[in-house]
């Protein structure tokens, strides 16, 4: 939570130089510390900033432009309870050529994707 909020400190000042959509890595960094404290809100601000539009709206082609960007999305929907909207999208995420090319987040898509198709199937299974 500290961190959280030093690094909220930090970027509030540095936004004046370098807003989300100029230092994307270190915003999506600041934005995945967030969804793990929970603040799932200033994350999807963060990646409105980052994306220019409001990623619910954008098609899984329009995130695949910024690879890490939509996967950052993709884990907020499974963080906030869209595990089979998460899963089926990061599903159709992975295979767009950009995200293919960045090989760092594909692998990461990759992993996480197999990782909730599991979780999703033990759940199936114990329902």
Same mark, same amino acid.
């Given at each position: @939570? ?16 370098? $807003? $989300? ?20 809100? /200033?994350?999807?601000?963060?990646l409105v900033d980052v994306l220019g539009a409001d990623p619910a709206q954008l098609s899984s082609a329009q995130l695949a432009e910024q690879p890490a960007a939509g996967y950052t =999305? ?6 906030? #309870? ?8 990061? #599903? ?20 996480? =994707? #197999? @990782?909730? /198709? ?10």
């Amino acid at each position: @939570q500290k961190s959280v909020d030093v690094w909220s400190d930090i970027l509030s000042v540095r936004y004046l130089v370098a $807003p $989300p959509a100029v230092d994307v890595h270190t915003w999506l960094k600041f934005g995945n510390m967030c969804r793990k404290a929970g603040r799932e809100e /200033q994350v999807l601000e963060i990646l409105v900033d980052v994306l220019g539009a409001d990623p619910a709206q954008l098609s899984s082609a329009q995130l695949a432009e910024q690879p890490a960007a939509g996967y950052t =999305y993709m884990k907020l929907l499974w963080t906030r #309870g869209l595990k089979e909207e998460a899963a089926h999208r990061l #599903g159709e995420f992975v295979h767009h050529d950009k995200v293919k090319a960045d090989v760092a987040v594909a692998a990461k898509c990759w992993r996480r =994707y #197999g @990782q909730w /198709q599991r979780s999703l199937h033990e759940a199936s299974t114990l329902s």
